[in-house]
DNA sequence: CCCTGACGTTCGACATCGCCGAACGTTGGT
DNA sequence: ACCAACGTTCGGCGATGTCGAACGTCAGGG
């Protein structure tokens, strides 16, 4: 037998769904043959969740961006073409290479990639996979994902001697990087390679897509394995200029 | 205080949006810190509701059409863009002017507007606003509206001897066009003019639009009052025609 | 081949929660 | 000034939602 509330609640939003100019709460509960007490307990639960909005001059109802926002899951294109500017943006300031990743089953899938601006040899990587535990991006994907790091099937090879291969050492760093806002990754794919990465938000919380600048260790942490003074905060702001143009209407 | 069981079924619909490859049930429980048993019932009437589906072959659960469909009211350009060819058609076949309108508030606007196909003085009408009373679109898309004609604010003002006055005259036309699935206005916003309407859906049930032609009555209706013959398959067929080009992913 | 673990699913007891009638304040129209 | 209709609030009550226990299935490992 299905959840009485849950069916009501769905019957409200179809109703508000064929109605883009809005619908009085008279007219819902009409439309339902529910109480106008009814209709209003499930209004105020839907409008506290974001799937609907009242107008506050004419107290109708209509449907709320927040489930407008469901339907709509990152375009892996869409969030490279949003990130095209700021990423070539960061590399010049950083003098650093910039990768963008999504999350894609157990692995972080490079989307976009910008060379390092000292006209070395280099190869594209994107469309490439590459390890969540071992990475900045992943560590970042793990960290601001909604299902836990521990529900995850992640297989915790061995890439350097420095890439965590316990899963409490994998949640450690999850851990930090929830409270920093920010992750590292200190050789823990490459020796002498370091790299440090933010998410990029469609809503708040959820990361799309992850931000990350990887080079010689040297150039992005100091010796005692923090970032370089600035370099956290130019990657978070990047990330959060990106973050920015997915929430514009376009 | 909100619905409980409301806000639980919104959490899994978050989680969902943020996973477009889907989640496991115990994923979701473990997201939600539910338990299993309570977010598949939470699940199983989300299915129901079309909000989510679940793959037979993995178990796994994701966002359901029922939702994307819901944050997308047809916006009219689009459906003057895809009715187009179909009004073009139904003006030649049937040697009458062909009218496309959609609700706006207690008036159907006319979004596109095909003159009858003989050379003879006419005047474009889209933009302009007509009474739901007295035309056979309006009777449509009254028929076909998920809020009852009851609860509307109509006012039945008098356009001929023949317009319907009274909620219950009114409620009959309503009637017979949802049982026919086709209105008739026969000079009842205008002497000596008749129309014929169908409804354009973007989902079942429920008239995004409706298509109609307008014309002479006795080029539209026999004197009898009925549709001449095969007329009205071919307003339903156009309209049918026009639902389908929504229903594609463009 | 067998066993085990993890999955999604079902069922029923029980306590919580959702429903809705009554009443209220506000607003707009007559 | 009055009235009707709106959205909102509150609390009693019983219907419903929650969840632990158990189940069948399936895939993987020994």
């Given at each position: 037998m299905s959840i009485q509330s849950v069916v009501r609640s769905a019957t409200v939003l179809h109703l508000l769904g064929a109605a883009p100019e809005g619908l009085?709460?008279?007219?819902?509960?009409?439309?339902?043959?529910?109480?106008?007490?009814?209709?209003?307990?499930?209004l105020r639960t839907l409008v506290e969740v974001g799937f609907v909005e009242q107008d506050p001059d004419t107290g109708r109802y209509r449907l709320g961006s927040g489930i407008e926002d469901l339907g709509t899951a990152v375009d892996p294109h869409l969030l490279r073409s949003r990130a095209m500017n700021g990423a070539d943006s960061l590399a010049a300031r950083t003098g650093l290479e910039v990768r963008l990743g999504v999350l894609a089953g157990d692995s972080v899938e490079l989307v976009h990639h910008v060379f390092r601006p000292d006209n070395s040899p280099q190869r594209l990587r994107t469309g490439?996979?590459?390890p969540l535990h071992a990475t900045a991006a992943g560590l970042v994907l793990l960290a601001f994902s909604p299902v836990s790091t521990v529900r995850r099937r992640i297989e915790l090879s061995s890439w350097t001697a420095r890439t965590p291969t316990t899963r409490a050492a994998l949640a450690q760093l999850v851990r930090a990087a929830q409270r920093r806002g920010w992750a590292v990754a200190d050789e823990t794919l490459r020796p002498g390679r370091a790299g440090l990465a933010a998410p990029v938000r469609q809503r708040a919380g959820v990361a799309a897509g992850a931000l990350s600048v990887v080079g010689p260790r040297e150039e992005v942490l100091t010796p005692a394995g923090e970032p370089r003074p600035g370099l956290a905060d130019l990657v978070v702001?990047?990330?959060?200029g990106v973050s920015e143009t997915l929430r514009e209407r376009r």
């Open positions: 009085p709460l008279a007219d819902l509960a009409a439309g339902t043959d529910l109480a106008k007490s009814t209709v209003h307990g499930l490439e996979l590459l702001a990047a990330a959060d």
